[in-house]
């Protein structure tokens, strides 16, 4: 079993694409069983509230619903509920990594370096245009792929 968190600002825009993409994949895989995946804000300003109306439409562009989402803030029994906490971009990995606590079981890295090697953010489009909701579609595709290839085999 692989568990793992991916976590943004708000949890409206980047993450829950992160989470829909890589579970539609999983599904596709048929690999349900095998993962469990979930998304959280570092913030909670949005909780309870489903994802933008872009990141929905980009990802129903494509085939993936992840209308049904809920956002919700970081909580600290996530670390040791996840196995991996992937944080969109490097303030969220500071983030990430002062929120802690010792002897927790998660290990927290960045989104890209994990997935591709390429340690980058992705940048978060939420003052953006549609234009910057389709390149973290595509970046969140590319990763997924490279992360279902690399935990399919473990
Ligand atoms: P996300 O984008 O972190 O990709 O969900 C944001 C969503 C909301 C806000 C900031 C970023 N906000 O400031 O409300």
């Known amino acids: 079993m692989n568990s793992i968190l991916f976590v943004c600002l708000g949890n409206i825009c980047r993450s829950p694409l992160a989470e829909g993409v ?6 596709a895989a048929g690999l349900t069983t095998r993962f469990v995946l979930d998304s959280a804000g570092c913030g909670g300003w949005h909780a309870g509230e489903p ?12 085939g993936v619903a992840i209308d049904t989402q809920t956002a919700r803030q970081l909580k600290s029994d996530d670390f ?26 998660a290990r927290v890295a960045l989104y890209l370096e994990e997935a591709l090697g ?6 978060d489009p939420y003052y953006g245009t549609d234009a910057d909701f389709h390149k973290v579609y595509d970046v969140c595709d590319r990763a997924s792929d490279a992360l279902l290839a690399r935990l399919a085999t473990h």
């Open 22 to 27: 890589l579970q539609h994949k999983i599904d």
């Open 118 to 123: 390429e340690a980058k953010n992705v940048p």
């Open 80 to 105: 040791d509920r996840f196995d991996l906490i992937l944080g969109m971009d490097r303030d969220n990995v500071a983030y990430l990594k002062a929120q802690q606590p010792r002897g927790s079981k």
């Open 51 to 62: 994802p933008d109306r872009r990141s929905i439409a980009v990802a129903a562009r494509h």
